[in-house]
């Protein structure tokens, strides 16, 4: 059985799917870009953390190393540590996870322009 739309519920829906067609551009959009320039230089740091606490050594830079607070970005390298321990590849991952956190802001965004 088909649902059918009255009049009264197209007005309802419409936001719902203007905001999902914002989020499915700019996800796409966000994605190519960042994927054609080859993630960001900085990210490397956050990798290298992410990479090394994946595999034992701890928040560290170097194998071997200090333990030093080196990332900006503590929860986002806890993270990827766990998408790497998983078997994910870091970078792709993190370009992929980037995309997607950037597109969910979106979302508090259009809630408080509306």
Known sequence: MLYKFRKSSLPL????????????????????????????????????????IAEGEGFVYFEGGPRVYGSTTVTYTLLLALVHSVGLPIPMTSIVLGAFFWVVSLIPLYICIK
């Open 13 to 52: 829906l419409a936001p719902i799917i203007t905001l999902a067609l914002v989020c499915t551009i700019s996800f796409l959009a966000i994605l190519s870009v960042t994927l054609k320039a080859g993630g960001v230089d900085d990210a490397y740091i956050t990798y290298t953390f992410a990479r090394n």
